[in-house]
């Protein structure tokens, strides 16, 4: 497809540049259109070599082929990252004084700002007026992650991780090009509501990643989850508008932007901060792989081997409590009522008193949630991977929905049509 990127005079542009691989990896013709301050902070020289294309920079460049108007004519998708300050005041306006902001007024396609400066610029009233105008207008607004800035400062403003803002713009492409100006209104949504925005206004909290029990200061009782399955579902949530809160466990990955990311370590503060997220919650999802057990007492030095004679292999004996269960706390929490609407996961691998979804669905009789997404673990499986397989069951049918193998984001979608009619 057709992308325009554009860099607005940001420290962050830098970023840009690995944005700009990403999408021509991902097979895009990607044209890329700077600021005059941009080029302060990034050469044409190197947008044109991780392009492959000539950097356009005037409205002056080949008057001839009109391109301040066919560039965004011709995009199936106009990203800006960094979006500063004042291309946000200008594009809110109209005003079309380079070569950028009249591509932003004649693009076609859908349109992506990723906001990028310091926190007082962000908060500015000004600043969040211009935002609300172009989110009315349709273009998707992916909020800044909070984080070091320039200097010693930090707070929201950060441009998202490229990564995060390529995943943005591949769901942006894939729900399809909206009516342009001379067809219509544009119809498209920001990326906090979009078009589909079936989760518009509700308040989601989804666990994530895999807690870790310590057993002295140096090790710990773990597994193997990345934390991919439940970001996918965080982002994708937000993408349909949802408010989210992301309580992750030992992950690695980037914040998705504009979710409220909690950081716990163990299962004791990871049921904690899902008590205290899901008071005010539609629906909460444990994606996590919460440790079914902890040591029965921490050892405050590094544990160490015997030197026995007598008995060279002498190991020492680790004895284990079970953690509490979080997903079955929330639904005795719940009682009677019917929100929030609660999703567990199973990781299964199976084993001589049935097969995967067999243990699933009898797990789902036990724990009492309204659904449960059941996967198959192992070697090679699931974990940290970026595709999965999964059954979705519900409370009272027999069916099972079958999902994958596909992307985590699709699995994730898969987990809200599930869960949108019982909102």
Known sequence: MKIVLGVAGGIAAYKACSLLRLLTEDGHDVTVVPTQAALRFVGAPTWAALSGRPVATEV???????????????ADLVVVAPATADLLARAAHG?????????????????????????????????????AILSERGVHIV?????????????????????????????????????????????????DAPATGDLTGRHIVVSAGGTREPLDPVRYLGNRSSGK??????????????????????????????????????AEELADAVRS????????????????????????????????PGDPDAAPVIELVRN??????????????????????????????????????????????????????????????????VHILRQGSSDDIVVGPTSKDDVADAVWDTVRPLL
């Open 324 to 389: 509490p269960d979080v997903l079955a706390g929330l639904v005795a929490a719940r009682g009677d009522a019917t929100t929030p609407v609660i999703v567990g996961f199973a990781a299964e691998t199976g084993d001589e008193s049935g097969d995967v979804l067999a243990l699933g669905r009898a797990k789902l009789l036990r724990k009492g949630c309204d659904i449960l997404v059941v996967n198959e673990v192992g070697a090679d499986k699931t974990f940290g991977r970026d595709d999965n397989l």
């Open 95 to 131: 005003l079309a004084d380079d070569l950028l902001t009249n591509v932003l007024l004649t693009a076609s396609g859908p349109v992506v700002l990723a906001p990028a400066m310091h926190t007082e610029m962000w908060e500015h009233a000004a600043t969040q007026a211009n935002v």
């Open 277 to 308: 997220a899901v008071a005010e919650a539609d629906a909460v999802v444990m994606a996590a792989a919460v440790a079914d057990f902890r040591p029965a007492a921490y050892t405050e030095h590094k544990i160490k081997k015997t030197h026995d």
């Open 229 to 266: 399955q439940g970001y996918a579902l965080a982002r994708t949530a937000l993408a349909r508008g949802a408010r989210v809160t992301l309580v992750a466990a030992n992950t690695t990955l980037p914040d998705p932007p504009g979710a409220l990311v909690v950081p716990v370590g163990t």
């Open 143 to 191: 909020p800044p992650a909070s984080g070091r800035l320039t200097g010693a400062d930090t707070g929201p403003g950060r441009l998202p991780e490229p990564e995060e803002l390529y995943a943005v713009c591949r769901r942006v492409l894939a729900q399809g090009r909206p009516a342009g100006p001379s067809q219509g209104a544009f119809e498209a949504t920001p990326v």
């Open 60 to 74: 002056w460049d080949a008057v001839h082929e009109v391109r301040h108007v066919r560039l965004g004519q011709e």
